[in-house]
């Protein structure tokens, strides 16, 4: 049974920083996309950062870029989104998703075969 088990969310001040992590259990993830997601109340899931979990490249959403980094431990099955000059509009809840298939670009939450439960990051300004 695939388990995805976000970590790490937290309250912190804007110009901060948070490091998500995300333990991945159940099967082996090597020809898997790994992303990460975010929701605020009302809107759309929306897509963070990704990482071929094989390959190791990554890409981000334009809003992200340049602040988030999203790696991968092989030997701890864990993905995580290390999260810096935080904004108050980075304020979400951050879900953790698996694709199956490799691909080295943004893809939508209906790709997405297993998601954790999330976990809540609060950026205060």
């Known amino acids: 049974q695939v388990q995805l088990v976000e970590s790490g969310g937290g309250l912190v001040q804007a110009g901060g920083s948070l490091r998500l992590s995300c333990l991945a259990s159940g099967r082996t993830f090597s020809s898997y996309t790994m992303g990460w997601f975010r929701q605020i109340s009302g809107k759309e899931r929306e897509f963070v950062a990704g990482i071929a979990w094989s390959a190791g490249r990554t890409f981000y959403a334009d809003s992200v870029k340049g602040r988030f980094t999203i790696s991968r431990d092989n030997a701890k099955n864990t993905v995580f989104l290390q999260m810096n000059s935080l904004k108050p509009e980075d304020t979400a809840v951050y879900y953790c998703?698996?694709?199956?298939?490799?691909?080295?670009?943004?893809?939508?939450?209906?790709?997405?075969?297993?998601w954790g439960k999330g976990t809540l990051v609060t950026v205060s300004s």
């Open positions: 998703a698996a694709r199956s298939g490799l691909t080295y670009s943004s893809f939508g939450s209906n790709d997405a075969g297993y």
